[in-house]
């Protein structure tokens, strides 16, 4: 058995990301096996466990992963995440990778393969809304799969905004106001917001939107009236239902389930498509534990291991 | 992050013992968060993902165990198991835990639980079905809760039987008739069968069983005729009726979910007895994510520990 301390070093995103797609690709073909996440809640946050099986890419296990929000006062991340991989025809414990960074990646490498298959352009003026870490592996990833002529983003505090600028200043990447980071080609949303932040009127038609930053019950960052005029696809509807950006609108009565336009991976296979250019199209991400495999199946080739003693 | 590889060396059995009737005091009084197991099916075997939170022990985490019966003729266990354990106020994984030999143990403790609270008599004879390592860890933790005059084994491999005898010669302990096993005071069951072993003429009034070799679909030890008889206490309802001694008679019309007496922590918190000292009891074991962290809680202050990187 062997530990994987740092496997994100040095990580390719675009084969991250083909991995990933070809996850969602098995997916939309219902080749996988992923029983829905399972909740446990702590005195100040929650864990989550996630085992699947994913036979096109041989390779099983479960990542657990917390999300404690006050983690960052005593210098701690928020979310950190184990993955354990099994051998498939012993079911021997052979992995165990440190997969906080590749969580990141893994959700990045999402909204890649959603932007390449939903924008209607392949080149495109990127608008993001938030500065943090998922922001930062957003762009990571889309730039992977599509030309990215110039970056806007908006972020609350305006130092986060000018580091991420700074970041990304080949694109270039400009400091806008939250409507002018609206004015794109795919916008980005990776807020923890709670209310809607981003209003109807200020998409135009043809946008595609990573919907990103709602992955828990009572948080959403679109005007519902945003998701009645565009085409809505989400990873996985019943997580998309009960944590998704769709998932506050659901309870309100002002979506529902039924309207969802398909799944990323019947999307990846070609099953379901945006409908025009005018269209706007949505991907709702809450995250799947076929991600975490498909990066850990790229992640084991990379990084420094230690042997542990097993069995 | 630590990772413990022989913690199951010098274990006192009789704190686990302690700490496992803990963990079913607490279930017993709906203390504990423990979601069904998760199962994921391989090619030649399975995978389940059990998490769970024991607040009263301070400790939360998952185990992750496989079934795979073909592991023995390349020298694997058939079961292998890794507990993760992570931190009450952050949610960082602080333990891996090579657990394989630790699940042997706390299916052990659980019958001496039930077999504590259960049994008619302090001082038994122990009939024992069955000559494998659960059986021996039976053995084991039973002698630490009740003083044992006698052992009479059974068991399909007269070598195997033989070796087992050996073990326990100091009680003493004899190879026997199955019928003759069951004359006893306390009975474990601890094969694998899928057709019934004990028919229900062979137990006397008053016998305690602990029906351990159930623990999947189709799996059965008992003469239905004899769940009848007898009350059945088990570890948890959902878990018995999927997959414990009671799932075949109920799937084929020969036993109710109804009729369970109780669970063991209800045994175990005094809510639910035995009926009398003629009565036959039954203690039909699946084994439970909780026992897993009670035996962790202790394990954790043994064996050798190497240091991991994280986050």
Redesign the interface.
Known sequence: MQ?F?DTDMGLDLRLVNLSVESAFADHGRGLV?M?PK??????????R?M???LPSLSI?G?K?V???PN?PR?G??TV?A?T?I?D??????VA?I?A?RLTDMRTGAAGAVAAKHLSAKKEIVLGVIGTGRQAEAQVAAISRELKIREIRVWGRNPLHVRKFADRFMEYPCMPVSEEKACDCDVLVTTTPSTTPIIRSEWIREGTHINAIGADAPGKEELDPALLRRAQVFVDDPAQAIHSGEINVPISHGHYRADEIAGTLGEVVIGKKRRSGPEAITIFDSTGLAIQDLAIAKIAMQHGRK?E????
């Open positions: 530990y301390t096996q029983p399972v909740y446990i809640t702590l005195p100040e946050g929650d864990f466990t085992p699947a099986y099983a479960v657990i917390n999300v404690h983690n005593q701690l991340p950190m184990l354990i099994l498939l025809a012993t079911g021997q414990p165990i440190n906080t230690i542990l003693p097993f069995p």
